[in-house]
């Protein structure tokens, strides 16, 4: 019998090769039109006059929109099948970036709904596409398109103010610039709408829903996903400002938050493969688990420029190892399409709910205290217990 290593080594047939093109380049998608609003919203503040809040609440919206949309897109999937509906959530996306460049707040706030839309069909598909049409290379796939996903968040963070300054495009000419790698997707994507049909109706559709929400190890994925997700967003809306506690300068520390982005892009691509690999992953979720809580524990400390360099680099090795095996568990933790999708919506919603409440909290924690103390201790604890979710969630089961 063939074991799952001479499976996983086999070479992907011919004509899956533009398949795959497809998912890097959705992948590709799927954090730019997110990532390069950061550096470029006091430019958008000045031009359209937002108070704080409402630029805030401008880079909340897509989570807010994921969260909503997230267990809705694999029921779309199950009428018109995955490759269809990944084709209109590109389509969303690409109407969204250009709203959003248009200029005015109604347009602003409109297209970045439509950006929440879109990203939020794919992001919750992929997982499941993957099982159904790489189902002996999960791991591989997972790991290209979830280190294709984060090298392009990373490059837009720091490409946003030279698009913007230095070509002359203006804030809203170097968001606009997104939606050409958006439209190159939805070429590339086009012949997989043949395939559409084919797969549309996947077995298992009846067990996905129902009793998903009933299932203990569903939570445990669920819980994972959720708390590495409020982790992350933490990190990226906070870091430099505790960096700058520290006594870094700002533009030194909104560097080490681009070098965390690119520190964690090997452990994104190792997980997966690793994970696959493995009867079961709750080694690997305790062993992540002590890379959060060495990389906040350090920032906790501060003190020194080795210790926090240190911190960071821990830190960027958990948050690109996690938000790929929580993918991945997704996969393994079910036995077809539609529940991979199913539970895919379900961990992604509850985890983008948590991500878009995450920063808000760490914010007035430090508001209340004027200390970085109590938010670290709690990213702590959110740690903790994101490691006991991930230790029962890499058991060997199925949902």
């Known amino acids: 019998m063939t074991n799952r290593e001479d499976i996983a080594s086999r ?4 004509g899956n090769i533009l398949l795959v093109a497809g998912i890097i380049l959705v992948a590709f998608n799927l954090r730019p039109a997110l990532t390069s609003v950061g550096p470029l919203i006091i430019s958008i503040r000045m031009d359209t006059g937002l108070s704080g809040g409402m630029a805030g609440f401008l880079t909340t919206l897509p989570l807010i929109a994921f969260a909503v949309l997230s267990p809705l897109a694999p029921k779309i999937a199950e009428r018109y099948g995955n490759e269809r509906t990944i084709w209109a959530g590109l389509c969303a996306l690409i109407v969204g970036i250009v709203l959003r460049s248009l200029g005015g707040t109604a347009a602003l706030f409109a297209g970045t709904a439509l950006i929440g839309l879109g990203i939020a069909i794919c992001n919750v598909l992929l997982p499941g596409l993957v099982k159904q049409r790489f189902p002996d290379k999960v791991g591989l796939m997972t790991s290209v398109y979830t280190t294709a996903m984060g090298t392009f968040a990373a490059l837009a963070s720091g490409l946003s103010v030279p698009l913007a300054q230095a070509l002359h495009l203006g804030w809203q000419g170097a968001l606009a610039g997104w ?39 569903a939570w445990q994925v669920t819980v994972f996903m959720g708390l590495q ?29 681009s070098i965390l982005q690119f520190v964690s892009l090997p452990a994104t691509f190792l997980a997966p493969v690793l994970a696959s690999r493995l009867p079961n992953q709750s080694g690997m979720a305790l062993v992540i688990g002590l890379f959060f809580l060495a990389g906040f524990g350090g920032l906790l400390g501060g003190g020194n420029s080795l ?19 929580a993918l991945t ?45 109590l938010p670290l201790l709690t990213l702590l604890v959110v740690s903790l217990l994101m490691t006991i979710a991930g230790i029962g969630a890499g058991r060997s089961k199925y949902v």
């Open 11 to 14: 070479p992907l047939p011919a």
């Open 179 to 217: 939606s050409l790698l958006a439209l190159i997707a939805l070429v590339v994507w086009l012949p997989q709408l043949r395939s559409s049909g084919r797969f549309a109706r996947d077995q298992g559709k009846t067990s996905a829903n129902g009793r998903l929400w009933r299932s203990p190890m």
């Open 229 to 257: 997700s409020f982790a992350f967003y933490c990190t990226i809306a906070w870091l430099p400002e505790i960096l700058h506690h520290h006594g870094m300068s700002v533009s030194t520390a909104g560097w080490m938050l």
């Open 307 to 325: 210790l926090l360099f240190g911190s960071l680099v821990f830190l960027g090795i958990g948050l690109g190892a996690s938000i790929s095996l």
């Open 329 to 373: 568990m997704i996969v393994l933790r079910t036995t077809n399409t539609h529940q991979a999708s199913a539970l895919s919506g379900m961990s992604q919603s509850f985890g983008y709910l948590l991500a878009a409440g995450g920063p808000i909290l760490i914010g007035i924690l430090y508001d209340w205290t004027r200390s970085w103390t």
